[in-house]
């Protein structure tokens, strides 16, 4: 009988034993399945919105200009190149979100380089600003480029084109006014030397006379002296240019001229019709 008892109370702590162990698995069982969840929903990632700030807008200005290209300086272009604007207003312009384009006319397909314009970029009344490939992130075409200077509204406010441009020279936009009155006649581009933030030169245009006295001498030392209609005397030096076979004493000309300092430079020259003399 003992031998008994002692069997039935060891199959009791057995079973007693199983139980409580099948518990603690199913307890450690929702535990873990718990802290899975909890891991799961904490290193889900968020979406967040940008903090990207925008730039602010510049100054809408109709007084803003392209005034000189230097695309192709003697030697490596990306560091040197530069184009230049100018203020003529009476006001500052700031320039944030301004856009520089350049496309290439003969090929629509070739991708357009557009350069968004810092508003730290300021140009004063009657100033220059000169902009270089870090202000615009982008080089300048030596050949077959339409450039836009564009609002940041989307208004084209002013461009300018060059199929080819020279070594070392610069394409400036240049004012021809009336030699009588000092209005403005006509903007025109021209090949000059770099005046990089500088005032571009003065042209005028006027009609004269060639002066017969001591022409042969002054055409020796590349001078002309010239008779306006209101018969106010000129001055102007030659240039390696100047076809100099077809100036004669007497001729009307319609002349324009170059202004540097106090001296004037001939550019060019038409020859008017010359009254005929009686028989």
């Known amino acids: 009988r003992l031998q ?5 109370a060891t199959s009791a702590f ?9 518990a603690a698995n199913k307890t450690k069982a929702k535990t ?12 889900k990632p968020k979406v967040t919105k940008s903090t990207k700030k925008s730039v602010p807008n510049g100054t809408l200005s109709s007084n803003l200009e392209i005034s000189e290209i230097f695309p192709n300086p003697k030697g ?13 207003g009476s006001k500052t312009i700031n320039l944030g979100n301004w856009l520089i384009r350049q496309k290439n006319p003969q090929k629509p397909s070739v991708k ?15 100033g220059y600003l000169t902009l270089s490939k ?25 461009k300018a084109s060059y199929k080819e441009s020279k070594e070392d020279l610069s394409s400036s936009k240049i004012n021809i006014k009336n030699w009588e009155n000092n209005k403005l006649l006509q ?3 021209i090949s000059t030397k770099p005046s990089k933030n500088l005032e571009n030169p003065i042209y005028y245009k006027l009609d004269a006379r060639v002066i017969e ?3 042969e001498e002054n055409l020796k030392n590349n001078i002309l002296n010239l008779t306006t209609a209101k018969n106010q005397k000129i001055t102007v030096k030659l240039n390696k240019n100047n076809q100099t076979s077809l100036l004669k004493p007497n001729l009307k000309i319609t002349a324009i001229v170059e202004k540097i300092n106090n001296n004037y430079l001939l550019y060019s020259y038409k020859i008017l019709p010359q009254a005929k003399n009686p028989d």
Do not use: Y
Request: glycine share 2%.
């Open 112 to 126: 357009v380089k557009v350069s968004k314009l810092s508003n730290n970029l300021e140009i004063k009344s009657n």
């Open 213 to 215: 006295a001591d022409f």
């Open 32 to 43: 873990s399945t718990t802290q899975k969840a909890t891991t799961q929903k904490i290193t």
């Open 14 to 22: 057995i079973l007693l034993f199983s139980q409580t162990s099948l």
């Open 4 to 8: 008994i008892l002692i069997l039935l």
């Open 187 to 189: 903007k025109t581009w």
């Open 76 to 88: 490596p272009d990306t560091e040197k190149e530069w184009l230049e604007l100018h203020n003529s």
């Open 134 to 158: 870090i202000e615009l992130k982008n080089t300048l075409n030596n050949s077959n480029n339409l450039i836009e200077l564009v609002d940041f509204q989307g208004k084209v406010m002013d």
